[in-house]
């Protein structure tokens, strides 16, 4: 990313809640902040709400209703990143700095009219860069931003990740930094396998592959906006002075590694339907019902039809798991399909790595790792760069564990996960 022409580097430091979580971080981001700026770079700042504050709110609105207009939950879920960007600006003017806070809509963060999931359209930069041309630090409440009719959006959970993204591109900043209370991208995760290591570096699609396989790092549409605006990401820790991971470009040496990263998700549920009449059109009909529904599905099998019909096996969000099976069951009815049987006790376990496209027989390594665990394979899932298999959820930690030694990603092991060459 270019740097706009400025001499100074222009930094985008963003804080979650856990480091703006009371008023002694809340100094702590202030003081990192200040040592930034002191050390020659202008810095922008979006932080989100206290740790809590959202739920909170959240609750507050369902004591309620359940059913609260969307307009109105933004309107008070906004405000959790409001109390912080003022905090923060009077921890940082404390400290002797000069700092401004500034809402989403001051600064014209522009989106759809998609409430509490609203996507960023346009950001003017304008009043940002101004205020770091006269040495304050601007502070931006992430989470928000505005519509075209002045109404206020949220982007979703998690969503100061992408505030943080978006305007680090629309400034064309030097580098976004994630700070957050991990000290960067894992493995896998170090509770399941306590031989993860930090990575430290990884692909934008990589960290695309396993953000949506359920590693919480970063939110998903802050690694896509990274990827197509080209901003370097980095994630580090705001306790530690660790350099972090870098969320970049792909690059000839990250092939060499054949798996990057092992995710796990124990968020999915198994409906399979027996007997479906082998037609054409009867997968349009389950699969479109259950997008009218917005239920999102990952993994599809269909068998190969016997005698006229096939079985057929999917996995949906375990939330959505009621509502799909009352949909299917009803199709089911009109298209003369059989039985309908469910699973929550299940696991995704995920292989993911760009190395995948120049290494044979990857996906053959897993599935032999597997076997020799004593773990069945009950549905298997490809893409370019991930092979993912669906198993029993009490094999779900032996699985991680298993496959994390076996491609060379255990913490001693380092050297022998680089192959061939
Ligand atoms: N405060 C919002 C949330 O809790 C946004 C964020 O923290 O990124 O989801
Ligand atoms: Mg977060």
Redesign the pocket.
Known sequence: MASGGRKRKLIVQKY??TSVGDISRMQNVARRALAAQRAGNDVVLVV?AMSGETNRLLKLINDITPTASEREQDVVLATGEQVSVGLVAIAIQAAGGKATSVLGHQCRILTDSTHSKARIQQIDGTRLLDAVKQGHIAVVAGFQGVDEAGNITTLGR?G??TTAVAIAAALEADACEIY?DVDGVYTTDPNVAPAARKLDRISYEEMLELASLGAKVL?IRSVEFAMKYRVPLWVKSSFTDDPGTLVCEEDASMEDLVVSGIALDRNEARISVRNVPDQPGIAAQIFGALDEKAIVVDLIVQNPPLEGKCNLTFTVGRADLVKATEVVKKLSKSLGAGEISTDQDIAKVSIVGVGMRNHSGVAARMFRTLSSEGVNILAISTSEIRVSCLIASKYAELAVRALHTEFGLDAKARKPARKGK
């Open positions: 979650g809640g989100s998690g100061s990740d957050t939110q």
